[in-house]
């Protein structure tokens, strides 16, 4: 679907001004977390010298006389056996195609929210202005599903399981089955060759269905990414609290308190499949390396004031109706399911949905008590 593009960026109505701006965006292209299928007949390189870029730095040091000096740095990745090259990289360690993709995504957002929409200064003169954080969302939800959905990977053993040592191929097998998957789009994503067998749609999309959803069809061509996380807990847990934080920035701009006007968060894949799936938009397509959500808050122009909200709590509705969210993914506006109704986006452009709408959906996902809900049943 194309990295991030400020050329791809539609325009919002013009009685409509940009306020804030919520990012999470998947790192770029990195080394598989482990090593797997480096074994013929699948070969897939064990180690990896596309790191060369991390390799050098400078380094400040302590000279004679108290003063301090510059010295370059070549770090070198030592293996167990003490071999030792340089360039050589860690595993899942951001590739030198990685960090050059990360920073023409930071390139891009400059050009749109400084340059074009100037929504931030040229010079940040103060940290409050932006927010930036990685954001650790590791689901912990496929060894639960194990059990369930195992035997729907036996009908691959017999074209796979030859590329990980004859072992079955299964959510919580050696390897597991996400870490199969990660192992092969990095290869892809960095020109190796992979097997033919993984190239396959139906293949595929079965092995994705079954890491990220529960319950698949029992037919492959009839496997749909859309249907499978509708769960309240996946839902409430993995990803309400996040939303919930995000509702809660909006609020404070619409409060007209301090809050920041853009925030960056670095995330996981499964971090933006999982924000797609709760919303109900997700287009059956795992995300690639460096994708990107965004949640652009609007104000709508209007000479009437409106009344402080400063104690209506994060999902006021009072505010909404002159304000608006869009939500875009990889360079594509998607209206909302929960704002279809006519009163809940702005007239003829139904991606933009009232926050309002928005909020309130928000707060049907959010935990009322996050460590509480999050303690297995049994153990309640």
């Given at each position: 679907?194309?990295?991030?593009?400020e050329?791809?960026?539609?325009?919002?109505?013009?009685?409509l001004?940009?306020?804030?701006?919520?990012?999470?965006?998947r790192h770029?292209?990195?080394?598989?977390?482990?090593?797997?299928?480096?074994?013929?007949?699948?070969?897939?390189?064990?180690?990896?010298?596309?790191?060369?870029?991390?390799?050098?730095?400078k380094?400040?040091?302590?000279?004679?006389?108290?003063?301090t000096?510059e010295?370059?740095?070549?770090?070198?990745?030592?293996r167990g056996?003490?071999?030792?090259?340089?360039?050589?990289c860690?595993?899942?360690?951001?590739?030198?195609?990685?960090?050059?993709?990360?920073?023409?995504?930071?390139?891009?957002?400059?050009?749109?929210?400084?340059?074009?929409?100037?929504l931030l200064?040229?010079v940040?003169?103060?940290?409050?202005?932006?927010?930036?954080?990685?954001a650790?969302?590791?689901?912990?939800?496929?060894?639960?599903?194990?059990?369930?959905?195992?035997?729907?990977?036996?009908?691959?053993?017999?074209?796979?399981?030859?590329?990980?040592?004859?072992?079955?191929?299964?959510?919580?097998?050696?390897?597991?089955?996400?870490?199969?998957?990660?192992t092969?789009?990095?290869?892809?994503?960095?020109g190796?060759?992979?097997?033919?067998?993984f190239?396959?749609?139906?293949t595929?999309?079965?092995?994705v269905?079954?890491?990220?959803?529960?319950?698949?069809?029992?037919?492959?061509h009839?496997?749909?990414?859309?249907?499978?996380h509708?769960?309240?807990?996946?839902?409430?847990?993995?990803m309400?609290?996040?939303?919930?934080?995000?509702?809660?920035?909006?609020?404070a701009?619409?409060?007209?308190?301090?809050?920041?006007?853009?925030?960056?968060?670095?995330c996981?894949?499964?971090?933006?499949?999982?924000?797609?799936?709760?919303?109900?938009?997700?287009?059956?397509r795992?995300?690639?390396?460096?994708?990107?959500?965004?949640?652009?808050?609007f104000?709508?122009?209007?000479?009437?004031s409106t009344?402080?909200?400063?104690?209506l709590?994060i999902?006021?509705?009072?505010?909404?109706?002159?304000?608006?969210?869009?939500?875009?993914?990889?360079n594509?506006?998607?209206?909302?399911?929960?704002?279809?109704?006519?009163?809940d986006?702005?007239?003829?452009?139904p991606?933009?949905?009232?926050?309002?709408?928005?909020?309130?959906?928000?707060?049907?996902l959010?935990?009322?008590?996050?460590?509480?809900?999050?303690?297995?049943?049994?153990?309640?």
């Open positions: 679907m194309g990295l991030l593009s050329n791809a960026y539609e325009a919002a109505p013009s009685d001004k940009l306020e804030q701006v919520h990012v999470y965006i770029g292209e990195r080394t598989p977390v482990g090593i797997r299928m480096s074994e013929p007949p699948a070969n897939i390189p064990a180690f990896w010298n596309l790191c060369k870029t991390a390799r050098r730095f380094a400040a040091v302590m000279g004679e006389n108290n003063i000096e010295a370059e740095i070549v770090r070198l990745s030592e056996d003490g071999y030792a090259q340089e360039g050589e860690l595993p899942g360690e951001l590739t030198d195609v990685g960090r050059k993709s990360t920073l023409r995504v930071g390139q891009e957002l400059r050009k749109l929210y400084v340059e074009r929409l100037g200064p040229e940040l003169d103060s940290h409050k202005t932006a927010y930036f954080r990685l650790e969302l590791a689901l912990a939800f496929n060894l639960a599903a194990a059990k369930d959905n195992n035997p729907n990977l036996e009908r691959l053993d017999s074209k796979l399981s030859k590329y990980i040592g004859g072992n079955p191929i299964r959510i919580d097998g050696r390897p597991r089955l996400s870490g199969i998957l990660d092969i789009r990095a290869a892809d994503a960095h190796f060759r992979i097997p033919p067998e190239k396959d749609p139906n595929v999309e079965i092995m269905c079954l890491v990220k959803l529960k319950s698949p069809p029992p037919r492959a009839e496997f749909n990414l859309g249907n499978g509708k769960d309240g807990e996946f839902r409430r847990l993995a309400g609290r996040l939303l919930a934080e995000m509702s809660g920035g909006m609020t701009i619409v409060n007209r308190t301090e809050a920041p006007k853009i925030r960056v968060l670095a996981h894949d499964t971090t933006l499949a999982g924000l797609c799936q709760t919303l109900d938009v997700f287009n059956n795992w995300p690639d390396f460096t994708a990107s959500i965004t949640f652009e808050l104000s709508e122009s209007t000479s009437q009344p402080s909200t400063h104690s709590g999902f006021s509705r009072k505010p909404a109706v002159k304000h608006f969210v869009r939500m875009r993914y990889q594509r506006n998607l209206a909302l399911p929960a704002c279809a109704a006519r009163e986006h702005l007239s003829g452009s991606e933009f949905c009232t926050l309002a709408a928005f909020q309130e959906h928000i707060r049907k959010t935990p009322d008590d996050w460590e509480k809900e999050c303690i297995p049943k049994k153990g309640r």
